[in-house]
């Protein structure tokens, strides 16, 4: 079964940190670029991260830029998402997805996995 599966959410305070795993089963990322995704409640699904197939190349928007990091490990078949300096605002569940390619392009995703719960409180 080809399948995404990430973990490492929770329950965090404000300002501390968090890391998120994204690991395939079933096929190999060495070929995908990766990105990750949230959606808060009521909220669109926000791009937070992309990282290339050869890890070269990452991509954040403001809303994350200098807090978060995303990394892989193609010998572990794993993307991470490194998370510092959490806000209120990051709360949401966290999704991340595989494209065929060298970087993220495009909002076309061959594989998604099932998402993790971020809630940050003080």
């Known amino acids: 079964q080809l399948q995404l599966v990430e973990s490492g959410g929770g329950l965090v305070r404000i300002g501390g940190s968090l890391r998120l795993s994204c690991a395939a089963s079933?096929?190999?990322?060495?070929?995908?670029?990766i990105g990750w995704f949230r959606q808060a409640p009521g909220k669109e699904r926000e791009g937070i991260s992309c990282i290339s197939s050869s890890g070269a190349n990452t991509k954040y928007p403001d809303s994350v830029k200098g807090r978060f990091t995303i990394s892989r490990d193609n010998t572990k078949n794993t993307v991470y998402l490194q998370m510092n300096s959490l806000k209120p605002e990051d709360t949401a569940i966290y999704y991340c997805?595989?494209?065929?390619?060298?970087?993220?392009?495009?909002?076309?995703?061959?594989?998604w996995g099932q998402g993790t719960q971020v809630t940050v409180s003080s």
């Open positions: 079933g096929f190999t990322l060495d070929y995908y670029a």
């Open positions: 997805a595989a494209v065929k390619g060298y970087y993220c392009s495009g909002p076309d995703y061959d594989y």
